[in-house]
């Protein structure tokens, strides 16, 4: 009787739709934070290097070692992972000083979980609620106005610590995240005032000067 081919022996076709299956059920596990610590730009692309074996499975620092165990039974016994486990860090929220943003929208751009609100030219704020601790938005900010600060009792890492991949509660937040995730990619591009010439260098450049006004004579 003829063997069943192994993965590599599937027609291109077949191995594509096994291993977006295998993509979808590693993704179910992710903490859906999209943070990029485990080097691929989100939860999605990571399953799917995963479910490709081309990335070990224990990359996600804010899963831990629940999720590389849940990860490896799921692909199988046989691949087991390599290297240390990443080390998260402590839980953190991101806050904007507000007096020194020019509402550029950069930060909205680059929060993949759509944590900063703020209209074009106005200032932003950061909904603490909903803000994983990734960081992504602080080096977008043109005025460096965006800090990151130890989680409070009220975050959404604080709400989500001690079993991300596990609970019930933890797998009911992972699966808000992953729509908030999804609708922002589906929205269209806002309209970027920096880009469009509505905010100039000189505003830029004005801001930043005034935060390093203040922060000089903070040290006064
Ligand atoms: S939560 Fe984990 S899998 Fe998702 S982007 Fe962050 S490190 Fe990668
Ligand atoms: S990137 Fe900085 S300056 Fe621009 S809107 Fe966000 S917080 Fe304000
Ligand atoms: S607000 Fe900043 S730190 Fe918080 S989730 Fe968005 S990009 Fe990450």
Same mark, same amino acid.
């Given at each position: %009787?003829?063997?069943?081919?192994?993965?590599?022996?599937?027609?291109?076709?077949?191995?594509?739709?096994?291993?977006?299956?295998?993509?979808?059920?590693?993704?179910?596990?992710?903490?859906?934070?999209?943070?990029?610590?485990?080097?691929?730009?989100?939860c999605?692309?990571?399953?799917?290097?995963?479910?490709?074996a081309?990335?070990?499975?224990?990359?996600c620092?804010?899963?831990?070692?629940?999720?590389?165990?849940?990860?490896?039974?799921?692909v199988g016994?046989?691949?087991?992972?390599?290297?240390?486990l990443?080390?998260?860090?402590?839980?953190?929220?991101?806050?904007?000083?507000?007096?020194?943003?020019?509402?550029?929208?950069?930060?909205?751009?680059?929060?993949?979980?759509?944590?900063?609100?703020?209209?074009?030219?106005q %200032?932003h704020?950061?909904?603490?609620?909903?803000?994983?601790g990734?960081?992504?938005?602080?080096?977008?900010?043109?005025?460096?106005?965006?800090?990151?600060?130890?989680?409070?009792?009220?975050?959404? %890492?604080?709400r989500?610590s001690?079993?991300?991949? $596990?609970?019930?509660?933890? &797998?009911?937040?992972?699966?808000?995240?992953?729509?908030?995730?999804?609708?922002k990619?589906?929205?269209?591009p806002l309209? $970027?005032?920096?880009r469009?010439?509505?905010?100039? &260098? &000189?505003?830029?450049?004005?801001?930043?000067?005034?935060?390093?006004?203040r922060r000089?004579?903070?040290?006064?």
């Amino acid at each position: %009787m003829p063997r069943k081919p192994g993965r590599s022996e599937q027609p291109a076709g077949q191995q594509a739709h096994h291993e977006r299956l295998l993509a979808d059920r590693i993704d179910a596990v992710l903490p859906q934070l999209q943070c990029g610590r485990c080097g691929y730009p989100g939860c999605r692309p990571y399953a799917q290097a995963v479910a490709g074996a081309t990335a070990a499975l224990n990359l996600c620092a804010p899963g831990g070692a629940a999720t590389a165990q849940q990860l490896r039974d799921i692909v199988g016994g046989s691949e087991e992972p390599t290297g240390e486990l990443p080390i998260s860090g402590p839980a953190q929220v991101a806050a904007i000083d507000e007096r020194d943003c020019v509402g550029c929208i950069k930060c909205i751009e680059a929060c993949p979980v759509d944590a900063i609100i703020g209209s074009r030219g106005q %200032m932003h704020t950061v909904i603490t609620e909903w803000c994983t601790g990734c960081g992504l938005c602080v080096q977008p900010c043109p005025t460096d106005c965006i800090s990151m600060h130890p989680a409070g009792s009220d975050s959404l %890492m604080a709400r989500l610590s001690g079993g991300l991949a $596990n609970r019930p509660q933890a &797998a009911a937040l992972a699966e808000q995240l992953r729509q908030r995730h999804q609708a922002k990619k589906r929205r269209p591009p806002l309209r $970027n005032p920096v880009r469009e010439g509505e905010l100039s &260098a &000189a505003e830029l450049a004005a801001a930043a000067m005034r935060k390093a006004r203040r922060r000089a004579g903070a040290k006064k």
